[in-house]
């Protein structure tokens, strides 16, 4: 077998190689190669909380509408200061005003009222506080939870930590991929990277009691976050 026809059995190999184990590569490259994907999951306990809740008042004019959802969030804003929140911890949404109307077949619409709403966002980072303040928001009333969220202090130290997995991973399969076929890895070529970090906070799970219909259970739950970097690694 001649210089030539190795070089392109070598190249054909690589190629192949290349084509299954990280088939969203388009370039094309002239020199043996292996490409792969690194990833990684963590998953770690909750330790905060985002809550976004909402309240929406019907009431038969604008003004008594706005004076109602502005009274709910402000006795709202005074139970998060009495719990030690910060207000930078805390997002409040401005007023949403909308007429009401009564429709009734082959007559004119006629306005019933309005309905105002106002949400808000809390970072909620003593987490043992979260059933109390919840309770406390529909005491004043606070009328809907849209969602609550967990995530983690540390967050930024985690998505680092998954980042470094996965970077492990791509070299790792890289060397296990060139062994088996009895090559050795030179180097990086080149590395694809996208900020697109995966994390998935899980959702506080509310349950009624079987012993009570109007009560509710929270159970904490974790976070997931995963990461992926693609490589291309020359072959010696």
Do not use: C
């Amino acid at each position: 077998m001649t210089l030539l026809t190795k070089t392109f059995a070598l190249t054909a190999f690589t190629s192949a190689l290349a084509f299954a184990a990280l088939p969203s590569f388009a370039a094309d490259y002239d020199f043996p190669h292996i490409e792969t994907t690194g990833t990684s999951e963590i998953v770690i306990d909750a330790d905060m909380a985002v809550v976004n809740i909402e309240v929406i008042v019907d009431a038969p004019t604008s003004k008594a509408a706005k004076d109602a959802s502005d009274k709910a969030i402000s006795q709202f804003l005074s139970r998060l200061k009495q719990a030690g929140v910060d207000k930078h911890d805390i997002e409040s949404a401005n007023l949403s005003l909308h007429p009401q109307y009564d429709y009734q077949k082959n007559e004119p619409a006629k306005l019933k009222g309005y309905q105002a709403s106002r949400r808000m966002t809390i970072t909620v980072k003593q987490l043992e506080q979260l059933n109390d303040l919840l309770d406390s928001a529909l005491e004043q009333g606070i009328n809907r939870v849209n969602s609550i969220e967990l995530t983690s202090s540390k967050r930024a130290d985690f998505i680092e930590q998954a980042r470094q997995a996965a970077i492990e991973d791509a070299k790792q399969k890289a060397k296990s991929l060139a062994k088996g076929f009895d090559k050795k890895v030179e180097g990086v070529w080149q590395v694809r990277y996208y900020d697109q970090h995966s994390i998935q906070p899980m959702q506080y799970k509310m349950a009624a009691q079987a012993d009570n219909g109007a009560a509710e259970s929270y159970q904490q739950g974790q976070v997931t976050i995963s990461d992926r970097v693609e490589v291309v690694f020359k072959l010696k």
